[in-house]
Nanobody, 119 residues
Framework: QVQLVESGGGLVQAGGSLRLSCAASGFIFSFNAMDWYRQAPGKQREWVASIDASGSTKTYTDALQGRFTISRDNAKNTLYLQMNSLKPEDTAVYYC????????????WGQGTQVTVSS
């Protein structure tokens, strides 16, 4: 059974940092690209960052302006998102995601972890 479990969220002041983790199981983690998404109150879920299976290629939404770093540890089946210089507009529930092309369903999501940035 595919499982994605996020952790590491919390309350932080503007300018602070957090590191989110996503523990994956039920599929061959090292074969799959992974993604982070977030959903702010009253907003649609938006894409934040992606990383390929090997960890060699990383992409980000332009709005982050270099503040976030996505990474993975394939030996630990874990995805990370390092968030620095946090702003109130970063407040959202953060979700990890993967797409399993040959599975039904194909999209898998964690339950989310809340990040709240105070001003």
């Amino acid at each position: 059974q595919v499982q994605l479990v996020e952790s590491g969220g919390g309350l932080v002041q503007a300018g602070g940092s957090l590191r989110l983790s996503c523990a994956a199981s039920g599929f061959i983690f090292s074969f799959n690209a992974m993604d982070w998404y977030r959903q702010a109150p009253g907003k649609q879920r938006e894409w934040v960052a992606s990383i390929d299976a090997s960890g060699s290629t990383k992409t980000y939404t332009d709005a982050l302006q270099g503040r976030f770093t996505i990474s993975r540890d394939n030996a630990k089946n874990t995805l990370y998102l390092q968030m620095n210089s946090l702003k109130p507009e970063d407040t959202a529930v953060y979700y990890c995601h993967t797409y399993l092309r040959y599975s039904r369903p194909s999209d898998y999501w964690g339950q989310g972890t809340q990040v709240t940035v105070s001003s």
